[in-house]
Every structure is written in structure tokens, then in C-alpha cells.
């Protein structure tokens, strides 16, 4: 069994879509541990996207100036450097920025595989490359190209952990104990026959 982070962002919660994603988690056997609808604070978005750890804003800015190379365009156009940190520090306050800009509905989903599971429910990151059939590819179009000209994130809906290790430390950020519940579903009962 594993437990992973799911965020629904302000832009899924504003089209009225959770519901849709609720479903895709949970029709494939997949458990809502914990849900909570708030506005994030500065504090836990400061940890969650920490300006502090250069190599997490480094890596950041590079995935944007590879994704500006790929469609050969400079980057110093838009973001005024071609520096990775320079570029991942504009695009954190982005992404930070719009996570407290309305209500996100945040989820530990809890199951076997369940991180890489959900992974492949949401889709790609960039929701142009997300396959039809998923989140992302069935909801969202937007790219970093598109993002970055409206200085802005990357309209992508959802977040969902990448990792064990992200997962463990996103879920003791976004949740304490007492807001994760233990229960059985008819799903679980199956797989133990």
C-alpha cells in the first residue's frame, strides 16, 4: 500500500471538474484517505516549492529553457536570462502564486502502486503532451510556451507526487494524522481473496 499527495488546483476546482477526477481514482481501485478544501498558505507552499533548495528551482528554470529549446525560441526573450535559477525563481513565484489564488481540494489517494498509478491517470506534466484518456489530456491544452507569455504557471490542474520520497514528505505537509482516515473498500477485500 501507498499513499501519494494529490492536489486539485484552483483552475480544476474553478471548471468543476473534481468530481470527474474523484471518479478516475476511485474506479480503479484507488482510496480517498484524506480531502480538504482550503486556500494553501504562504507556509506550506514555501515548503512545498522551496526557494531555499537551489537544485529544485535550478531544475525548475532548465526544464522551461529545454522546453523553449525544443520549440526554438529564446528563452532571454521572455524571462529576460538564460540563467536556469533566474528562470525557475520567476517561474516558482508563478506556480505559488496560483495555488493561493482560490480553493485547491487536496487528497491523499492510498493503494497499491498508488503513486504511479495516479501519475498515469493525471497524465504529463505539460497537458499538451498528456495523452487522451487522462486528466490532462482530456481537460487542458496549455504549455509552458503559453504559460510563460502570460506570466504564468502552466495551467495543468492537478499536482500529484512523483515519488516515495516526495510523496512521504508532501502528504506530512499538506496533512496531519488525524485528517488521514483508515477504512476498507470493497476493493480491498477482493484483493486479499
Known amino acids: 500500500m501507498e499513499r501519494t499527495l494529490v492536489v486539485l488546483k484552483p483552475d480544476a476546482v474553478q471548471r468543476g471538474i473534481v468530481g470527474d477526477v474523484l471518479t478516475r481514482f476511485e474506479r480503479v ?3 480517498i484517505a484524506g480531502a480538504k478544501m482550503f486556500i494553501p498558505s504562504q507556509k506550506i507552499l514555501n515548503q512545498h516549492y522551496p526557494s531555499n533548495r ?3 528551482v535550478r531544475g525548475i528554470g532548465q526544464r522551461t529553457l529545454d ?3 525544443e520549440m526554438g525560441i529564446d528563452v532571454k526573450e521572455q524571462f529576460g536570462s538564460r540563467d536556469s535559477l533566474k ?3 520567476t517561474i516558482r513565484k508563478w506556480l505559488v502564486d496560483s495555488l493561493k489564488s482560490g480553493p485547491v481540494l487536496a487528497l491523499v489517494v492510498e493503494g497499491p502502486h498508488a503513486i504511479e498509478v495516479v501519475r498515469k491517470i493525471v497524465g504529463h506534466t505539460m497537458p499538451q503532451k498528456a495523452a487522451p484518456g487522462t486528466v490532462r489530456g482530456d481537460y487542458s491544452f496549455d504549455s509552458a510556451y503559453l504559460g510563460n507569455i502570460n506570466k504564468r504557471p502552466i495551467r495543468n490542474l492537478i499536482h500529484a507526487s512523483g515519488s516515495k520520497e516526495e510523496a512521504e514528505l508532501e502528504v506530512g505537509l499538506w496533512f496531519s494524522d488525524s485528517e488521514i482516515f483508515d477504512y476498507d473498500t470493497v476493493h480491498q477485500k477482493h ?3
Open 29 to 31: 481501485g484507488l482510496k
Open 54 to 56: 537551489e537544485d529544485f
Open 67 to 69: 522546453g523553449y529549446k
Open 87 to 89: 528562470v525557475g525563481e
Open 191 to 193: 484483493m486479499k481473496e
